[in-house]
């Protein structure tokens, strides 16, 4: 057994065993704005193709309560609940959500490039765990 021990066999001990490279964990908050109108359905638009949640469906997020803010005052929306916020834990990041419940009217927009889904179809869609949670929580 001791023949095939190469720290013993090099006299290296000290060496192994060899450490590995450890990730930096970064946190980041995002502001939530999971926008309901009045048929029950969500905005929901696709992720870009790189970065958190890379091509999964998502509510609009913001990086500060200031940017949601601005965004809801220029869709007309006043209609804002702010929920407590969660932490969603990644393998490189900590990811502190706050989730903001709004109230649209039919037509009323959050960011571009989204739609309108009913449960039955955001449910089949690829979805971020969280973002799913919230949803079927609402």
């Known amino acids: ?9 090099e006299a290296a001990q000290q060496r192994y065993p060899v450490k590995t490279r450890k990730l930096r964990r970064t946190a ?3 502001w939530m704005a999971l926008a309901r109108n009045p048929a029950g359905q969500v905005w929901l ?3 870009p193709a790189s970065g958190i949640w890379a091509g999964l ?4 997020c913001f990086t500060s309560r200031e940017t ?3 965004a809801l005052a220029q869709a007309g929306v006043h209609d804002a609940t702010h929920e407590p916020v969660f932490v969603h834990v990644l393998t490189h990041k900590d ?3 706050h989730p903001v419940r709004v109230g649209c009217a039919g037509s009323a927009s959050l960011a571009p490039g989204g739609a309108w889904f ?3 179809e955001w449910s089949a869609l690829g979805l971020p765990a969280p973002v799913r949670k ?3 929580n609402a």
């Open 1 to 9: 057994m001791h023949q095939r021990c190469v720290a013993r066999r």
């Open 28 to 30: 980041e908050s995002l």
């Open 45 to 47: 638009a696709k992720r």
């Open 57 to 60: 469906y998502c509510p609009p």
């Open 68 to 70: 949601l803010d601005a």
């Open 95 to 97: 990811l502190h959500i």
């Open 118 to 120: 009913d449960e039955g």
């Open 134 to 136: 919230l949803l079927s």
